[in-house]
Each structure stands twice: as structure tokens, then as C-alpha cells.
């Protein structure tokens, strides 16, 4: 590899790192910047390369950009870069990654949540089974089985959003009743759960979860709001 290109190379990973530290302050819009710097330098590396292992280097490089792209442009409402970079990362990923499963799972989801934001509703509905499909391939039974929930949750949103909202109670309810056994609830299950309960008629069930969901937040003081929960929900395992 030449010495320019050596040196675009350390120069994107610098950029990642800053990117990342930016994600930790909650600077999104300036992680999403840093990002698509990046992400142009990897294309470069990867048009300009000489050989087959510095392209697969590069395309290695610009999957893992374009992955944490799509979860930036999902926290700055930015639902249409967020779709065309996972839809292009998924790709590279399932060419160059070298554990591919759960990122290609969490990419269909992120796809999914664009496509929601979109009003795309139907292909969101698409995605979700799709990530659901990736998922199958994930070696770790623990992962799976949290990744799964975190996936239903996703699919009972896109299923209210469509109107099915039986069946959108029973995936909202599986989600809800395995964070409620680990501990892992947050004030937007106990919303998610009174607003599905609210649609089909359950009009007290309902007020019980707005009841119970202020008591958590009035005790707790966690207040995440609903933008970055639903991507952090998604992408923290």
C-alpha cells in the first residue's frame, strides 16, 4: 500500500474513533459528519487499490462505517440516509464481514426503523423478517434470544403503524414481558404497551401502563427520549 494511502487509511480509523466519542457525548450530527468523512475516504482506498486484500481491507472499512452511519442518521431524523447506508453496508457486510450475522440482523432492522420513519410500511414490515431470517444465523443462543425480543418489539411497532393492532399487542407483549423478568424495562415499553392496549379497546388495561410507566419515571429519573431509545434498544447488544 503507497504512503498516501497508508495514511488515508489511519486517517478514516481516526475518524471512527472520533465518531464513536462523539456517539458517547450524544453529538450525533457531528458523529454522522465524521462519519460520511470517512466513509468517502474508504471508497477512495477501495477505487485506488492495487491489490485484492487492500480493496477487501477498504470495503472491511466502509461496511463498518456505513453500519454506524445508518444508526447516526436514524438519531438526527435522517430516515433516507439511513436506509441507503444500511442498504449498502448489508451488502458489503455480507461480502467482507467476518462475523457477519448479528451486524446483517441489526442492519435489516435499522432498515426497518427508516422504512417506518419513511411511511414505507409494508417494506418495513419486509425488513423486520428479514433481520429476523439474519438472526437465525447468529451462533450465540443468549444474543439470539435478546436480539429476537428487541426485534419483536420493532415488529409490533410496524405492525400498530399498519393498523394490525392485535397482532401487534401479542409481539409488544412478548418484548414487555421479557424486559419486565430481566429489569431491562423503560418508560417507552410501559407507552408502547398502553398505546397497543388503547387500540384494541383495553382502555383500563391501558391506563394501568400509563399509570405504571409515570411511576417508574417519576421514581427512576430515566428519560431517554423515544428517538434514541427505539436505535439504542436495536443496536445494544
Same mark, same amino acid.
Given at each position: ?17 472520533? /465518531? ?20 468517502? %475516504? ?9 491489490s485484492t486484500d487492500q480493496r477487501v481491507r /477498504? ?6 462505517? %456505513?453500519?454506524? #452511519? ?33 451486524? %446483517?440482523?441489526?442492519?435489516?432492522? #435499522? ?10 410500511? !409494508? ?13 437465525l444465523k447468529e451462533k450465540d443462543p443468549i ?8 426485534? !419483536? ?38 407507552v408502547s404497551m398502553a398505546e397497543a392496549l ?8 391501558? #391506563? ?11 421514581? !427512576? ?12 434498544? %436495536? $443496536? !445494544? $447488544?
Amino acid at each position: 500500500m503507497r504512503e498516501d494511502s497508508v495514511t488515508a487509511a489511519q486517517r478514516a480509523a481516526a475518524l471512527l474513533t472520533e /465518531a464513536a466519542e462523539a456517539n458517547r457525548r450524544r453529538d450525533h450530527a457531528r458523529a454522522l459528519e465524521l462519519l460520511q468523512h470517512a466513509a468517502r %475516504l474508504y471508497r477512495d482506498l477501495a477505487q485506488q487499490a492495487t491489490s485484492t486484500d487492500q480493496r477487501v481491507r /477498504a470495503f472491511r472499512g466502509l461496511g463498518a462505517t %456505513l453500519y454506524q #452511519l445508518a444508526i447516526e442518521a436514524l438519531y438526527v431524523a435522517r430516515p433516507a440516509e439511513a436506509l441507503e447506508a444500511a442498504q449498502e453496508g448489508y451488502t458489503l457486510i455480507a461480502q467482507y464481514g467476518l462475523q457477519p450475522a448479528r451486524q %446483517l440482523a441489526k442492519l435489516n432492522a #435499522l432498515r426497518a426503523l427508516a422504512l417506518l420513519d419513511l411511511r414505507r410500511l !409494508s417494506e418495513a414490515l419486509q425488513a423486520v423478517d428479514m433481520a429476523f431470517e439474519d438472526l437465525l444465523k447468529e451462533k450465540d443462543p443468549i444474543v439470539r434470544a435478546e436480539m429476537a425480543v428487541r426485534f !419483536s418489539w420493532l415488529k409490533g411497532t410496524i405492525l400498530s403503524a399498519l393498523g394490525r393492532h392485535e397482532e401487534a399487542l401479542e409481539h409488544l407483549d412478548r418484548a414487555y414481558i421479557h424486559f419486565q423478568n430481566h429489569g431491562q424495562y423503560n418508560f417507552w415499553h410501559f407507552v408502547s404497551m398502553a398505546e397497543a392496549l388503547m387500540a384494541v379497546g383495553r382502555h383500563e388495561d391501558a #391506563l394501568a401502563f400509563y399509570r405504571v410507566g409515570a411511576d417508574y419515571l417519576k421514581k !427512576s429519573g430515566a428519560f431517554v427520549p423515544f428517538s434514541e431509545f427505539r436505535v439504542e434498544m %436495536l $443496536v !445494544s $447488544v
